[in-house]
């Protein structure tokens, strides 16, 4: 059978919550392998939510649904304050990257408490800005930005990565609304061990399923590379 935009395969799935520093209470997911203990995990921050960013949005609906059975990953997915999915809607109301550091915190927080291993933060878009600004914690492996944007995150940020010294991957669209692949290495120059990867054809939402595959494989070739390349039928 073929793996298409739809599929949803075996994982156990569990409802969660996260709780922030600030008193505010986030709701989300935790998708893990069905039979087997994870190998690592994603913590995914999500797109600007006053752009329809959700916890569901289609890459990491599709992380969740694919990667704990393909690759043996933990997806760790949430609603940043006052954002709503199906799920529920978290606490709070949005603060333009600023209070939500204290909701990237309680996901890292959630994240040791479960003993989650390898923790890989995944941001895309405005989640890109919250990794760069807010997930510099010594529980963090690395992070792979999706679409970053470099509009909240300023150089003193990106100076602060590079001193932190995890690794970090950019996927970044060909035609992409903010950032393209040349002036993003220029930019991401300033962060020795960054890896600036151009997407050619894509943009910023990554509609599509061969760019949601090249999306997910990435991704896998840096977290665990003997599940890579990612099959395509099952």
């Known amino acids: 059978m073929d ?31 069905e039979s087997r203990p994870p190998v690592a995990t994603l913590l995914t921050l999500h797109p600007l939510p006053t752009a329809g960013g959700f916890m569901d949005s289609h ?22 304050r006052g954002t709503g999915s199906e799920r529920g809607t978290s606490q709070g109301s949005f603060d333009s990257g600023e209070g939500e550091r204290f909701d990237v915190a ?25 990794a760069l600004k807010w997930a510099r914690d010594p529980l963090v492996t690395g992070a792979i930005l999706l679409s970053p944007p470099l509009h909240r995150a300023t ?24 950032l393209r ?22 943009k910023h939402l990554w509609v599509g399923e061969p ?5 997910l494989d990435e991704i896998v070739r840096r977290i665990n590379p003997e599940a890579y390349p990612l099959p395509t039928q099952i």
């Open 211 to 215: 760019y949601v595959r090249i999306v």
């Open 106 to 130: 309680a996901a890292l927080e959630f994240a040791e408490f479960n003993d989650l291993p390898q923790v890989w933060v995944v941001g895309w878009s405005f989640g890109t800005e919250l």
């Open 155 to 178: 150089d003193a940020d990106l100076d602060a990565w590079a001193a932190f010294g995890r690794p970090l991957v950019a996927l970044v669209p060909e035609f992409d609304d903010y």
């Open 181 to 202: 692949p040349e002036e993003a290495k220029a930019r991401f120059a300033r962060i020795p061990q960054a890896e600036v990867i151009g997407v050619a054809g894509a």
């Open 59 to 80: 890459l990491y609906k599709k992380a969740a649904n694919r990667l704990p059975a393909l690759a043996d990953l933990a997806v760790l997915r949430f609603n940043t």
């Open 3 to 33: 793996i298409r935009a739809a599929t949803v395969l075996p994982a156990r799935r569990e409802p969660i919550e996260l709780h922030t520093a600030d008193g505010l209470t986030l709701v989300g997911e935790l998708a893990l392998p």
